[in-house]
């Protein structure tokens, strides 16, 4: 996946224009800026690595939230970056993300 430049968004970032209402949190984790996001409806947690205060790339995403602990599925990159217990973690604070 290429990084926009300037302030474009990533591809695949959700636009509120076409699913209506995003809820999102930004958070520091693992030295990474990360913001969390979730659409009406959807039980994917997507994650995206953000650049001062902007999405950069599409980190990952946290799904079947409803098991323990939840599952994440990282980018390559982040899945070397990220220590087995840090993936846990991660995948747990986007469950309680999606059920708040």
Not at 33 to 46: D, F, H, Q
Not at 90 to 100: C, D, Q, V
């Amino acid at each position: 996946m290429s990084r926009p430049t300037g302030r474009e968004l990533p591809t695949g970032y959700p636009d509120p224009s076409t699913a209506g209402w995003i809820r999102t949190d930004d958070l520091e984790f693992g030295g990474l800026s990360i913001r969390m996001t979730v659409a009406p409806g959807e039980r994917l947690v997507e994650l995206w690595e953000l650049e001062d205060g902007h999405p950069r790339q599409w980190l990952g995403h946290v799904f079947r939230l409803d098991s323990e602990p939840p599952v994440v599925r990282l980018n390559y990159v982040y899945e070397r970056r990220l220590k087995p217990a840090e993936r846990i973690a991660l995948a747990r604070l986007g469950a309680k993300f999606w059920k708040s």
